[in-house]
């Protein structure tokens, strides 16, 4: 299996610690395809994917089409010759042409068919789910609908967020990967079809989704905090600036003080740990309310 030509397509962080235990493993990456440059920051520079970087640093070839539906990039992509292509948080829909070409295999950061979708991570632990885990699924035209190959769980604590749940997952996901390549003919053999009656969507974080309705419950407002930390952050104004709360938790009725930042839900308080306010730095929230009764004082 480590001769087969596998080509890999990820554009995220999530993708990067698949393809890099591959790579370290001896596996035959041939090319790699990963989203498009594109301009950020306030002076706009270009910036590639981590996946396209840490490609070119092991002189792997990348490619970066804007979109898989045109026959040039079809053409492109036959040249390769890929016997397996894995797939894992790649960013653009892969067409049936592409699927008719090689064996696509998906690294999919759920238990399929739960969250299938754009923000399975978010959503899990948004939605109050206590476990998620990785599905490895051989990709058909469906979203997220393929045969599942292996899956294993993994469980969602507390106080875990989006950013802390994904770093797991990837780590999960890579080592199933690898695994999953390494027995692939008896993993295609025993592939086990889903059940839609059991699917649910999770669709793409909106900037609607991202703002604090505080008429919510805490809990419901603390699992959207944390669902979002720490990017892209639930906010919400508080004295007319936009703040994004990084991290909260129930607030201690036994403890009042105003040197806590609190927020007043539907049925309590939650006490806010971390925020970045627009335009500054990352801090805690007692130094933003230290910051808030200074500006009131003078």
Known sequence: ????RIVFMGSSEFSLVALRRLINKGFNVVAVYSRAPKPTGRHYKIQTTVVHEYAEQHDIEVMTPETLKTDEALEQFKRLNADITVVASYGLIIPQSFLDSSLFINIHASLLPRWRGASPVQSAIWAGDTETGVSIMKMDAGLDT???LAMKSWPILPHTTSGQLT??????????IENALLDLPNLLTNAKPQSDENSCYAPKISKQMMEIDCKKNCIEVLRQIKALSPSPCAWMEIDGVRVKIIDAKLADKMRQSPNHLRIQCKDGMLEIIEVQPAGKGRMSGDDFARGRRQKTKS
């Open 1 to 4: 299996m480590l001769s087969k």
């Open 146 to 148: 393929g045969d599942v």
């Open 167 to 176: 770093n797991d997952l990837a780590s999960l996901g890579a080592y199933m």
